[in-house]
């Protein structure tokens, strides 16, 4: 598509592209795609029916937030764990250089937080076919949206927190670059880089908590993170591990 095009000529890689004007789900399209050998790339300016995290809902309206999915292959034996705060990092270090915008959080494990309002989301799923596992992450940023919609998490966009809003197309391509660049990182050396910069920029930090494990109820405070990307909690029992944020309550 004419719409489009600039955008495609800024990306750094080759990937399989589809581009729409208004699409249901950038996931579920790439989802019920054939596999490409190529990183697949689905973007539109408008999602009707998007989704989050556990099933939420994800609202946007046209080109009122940058909403994209990219399909990528690691080897069976990548442990994804960790990739979406990669990604999420991705996403703070684009916004901090084209917006000069500091104090973005990360609220693990996959949403990005300006102050106590929610800026960005990431959702992911995976699986594996012939041989390879494949891991879809859709991305949306609240770029400049309306303020009577039904969103019902506390919310922000660029064009509330930034001085100058950069080009919609110029700032999805560098979301885009720099999402792949470090998910190719994390292919070769894990969370590493992630590690070094995690207390800058991490929004949980200290926090108390209320969870389960095996049915059974446990409160503790926030810790950072472990090597394998999972939530450190410390308790009266020690230290907990938590891969998901369903159960948890914030107290």
């Known amino acids: 598509m004419d719409y489009f095009s600039s955008l495609e000529k800024s990306l750094n890689y080759d990937f399989d592209c589809h581009f729409f004007d208004s699409l249901d789900s950038t996931n579920c399209y790439l989802a019920n795609s054939p596999y490409s050998t190529k990183p697949q790339l689905c973007i539109t300016r408008e999602q009707t029916k998007g989704r989050g995290q556990h099933g939420r809902g994800w609202v946007s309206q046209k080109d009122g937030s940058i909403i994209f999915s990219i399909r990528k292959s690691f080897a069976l034996e990548t442990k994804v764990n960790g990739l979406s705060l990669v990604i999420g990092m991705a996403i703070i270090k684009t916004i901090e250089a084209e917006c000069q915008l500091k104090g973005i959080k990360i609220k693990w494990p996959n949403d990005i937080y300006f ?8 959702l992911m799923e995976n699986n594996v076919y012939k041989g390879k596992q494949y891991v879809l992450f859709g991305v949306g940023v609240n770029y400049q949206l309306v303020d009577n919609n039904d969103i019902n998490t506390p919310w ?4 509330k927190i930034v001085k100058r809003l950069p080009d919609l ?23 590493s880089n992630l590690l ?7 929004m949980l930090k200290g926090i108390k908590i209320r969870s389960k494990e095996f049915d059974k109820e446990f409160q503790g405070k926030v810790d950072g993170i472990t090597n394998q990307g999972a939530l450190k909690v410390l308790t009266k029992e020690g230290i907990k591990e938590l891969y998901s944020s369903m159960h948890i309550e914030y107290i």
Not at 156 to 159: A, K, Q, V
Not at 171 to 190: K, R, W
């Open 169 to 191: 197309q110029k700032l999805t391509a560098s979301l885009i670059n720099n999402i792949f660049l470090m998910s190719e990182d994390f292919q070769m050396n894990g969370l």
């Open 156 to 159: 922000t966009d660029l064009s």
């Open 196 to 202: 070094s910069q995690w207390d800058e920029y991490d």
């Open 115 to 122: 102050g106590d309002k929610k800026l960005a989301g990431i």
